[in-house]
């Protein structure tokens, strides 16, 4: 057995045991543990802890395909994540405490930087993984800092592991965003319109929840609206429900919101202003919403008179037991400031929406 064959059985050994220890030691706080300190560090970033040539090169370009895309539908560019690289051998305790990272590494490289990842590897004797190359990623939870997530992405070579990601980039990227949504959740839901809710409830048979802070803007009989307004920005979220008996909206969504905002979202005092959409940045796409066919838009609207505009966020679907058709959606108005993180907060208030079986069921 070769040096090269040894180096690679002793490495993805120890990552193997990584995913076993970890699970051995998530058992206090719902799975942190008491004595690290709190992940720190800002929403949508991660850190790629992984040798700097690599970074630079193809490797460093597929992990950028995965997290520096650009968000559909926003009126700037905005990235999924702001992904930055960390040289292992600067490691410290601060970086350590980051609430998203990625330690990335690969067998053929045997630089310093390389060779420094070892150091985050505990030796173990599972063997069977070296026959098998499929296994390129392994998941921690907590490992430096309560509230952390850490994936480890490696290859016994390079060019195996930019395949690996090149594949899976969407599945990597949505486990990265359903962390960031999770944590979203928490903090925007501490405290809610329990009231409003309620109300939603009782009067049209929906459950959604309503961060604080939202008020009631107009509640009709097949039309809700719940908005925030700040200073510097606006939140707003409403939903539409009819009888479902045509298919049509489904044929063209574009054009079914166009007759929903012109007739429910007009200016009180200037009736002749309404709500439109821009022609640029249309993004519809077959998604499943909560187990229901849907049809999910991300896209750009403005006032009729050109006054305002930003993006937008909705699901078009049909629960079948309530023989409902349900048009959702979440804008905001922002101007002069980035919309990325204000659109992840419309994207996990839509999410809490249920109707029908699930609502009564409680899910």
């Known amino acids: 057995m070769n040096l090269t064959h040894l180096r690679i059985k002793a490495i993805l050994l120890l990552l193997v045991f990584i995913s076993v220890t970890s699970c051995d030691s998530v058992t206090e706080n719902n799975g942190s543990k008491s004595h690290l300190p709190v992940a720190l560090g800002e929403s949508n970033a991660v850190l790629a802890v992984m040798d700097t040539t690599q970074w630079n090169g193809p490797l460093g370009e597929a992990l950028r395909e995965i997290f520096s895309t650009y ?24 970086l350590k405490t980051a609430k998203s990272m990625i330690f990335v590494s690969t067998l053929d490289n045997n630089g310093a930087q390389s060779r420094a990842m070892q150091n985050y590897f505990t030796t173990s004797s599972l063997e069977k993984i070296l026959d098998d190359s499929s296994v390129y990623r392994l998941a921690q939870k907590n490992q430096f800092a309560r509230g952390q997530e ?16 090149k594949r899976d980039k969407e599945l990597i990227r949505n486990y990265f965003l359903n962390i960031e949504n999770k944590r979203i959740s928490q903090s925007i839901f501490k405290v809610r319109e329990k009231q409003i809710e309620k109300t939603l409830r009782e009067t049209h048979g929906f459950d959604i929840q309503v961060p604080y ?41 574009l054009t079914y919101r ?58 078009l679907f049909v629960d079948e037991s309530q023989q409902r058709l349900y048009y959702l959606e979440g804008y905001v108005y922002a101007p002069s400031k980035d919309k990325r993180a204000l659109m992840q907060e419309m994207e996990v208030i839509l999410n809490t929406f249920r109707s029908g079986e699930d609502f009564t069921a409680g899910k």
């Open 71 to 94: 968000v559909p539908g926003l009126p700037q560019d905005e990235p999924y994540f702001k992904l930055r690289n960390i040289n292992p051998l600067k490691m410290n305790s601060i």
């Open 150 to 165: 850490i994936v480890h992405l490696f290859g016994q070579t390079e060019d195996q592991l930019i395949t690996h990601l």
């Open 213 to 253: 802070g939202y008020d009631l803007a107009k509640s009709q009989r097949d039309f809700v609206w719940i908005r925030l307004l700040d200073p510097e920005y606006e939140k707003n979220v409403f939903v539409h429900f009819r009888p479902f008996n045509t298919k049509e909206p489904f044929d063209d969504v």
């Open 258 to 315: 166009e007759e929903l905002t012109s007739s429910y979202l007009r200016d009180i005092q200037k009736p002749d202003i309404y709500m439109t959409l821009q022609n640029e940045n249309k993004n519809v796409r077959e998604v499943n919403f909560h187990g229901k066919y849907a049809l999910e838009t991300r896209a750009l609207w403005k006032l009729s008179d050109i006054s305002a505009g930003g993006p937008l966020l909705s699901y």
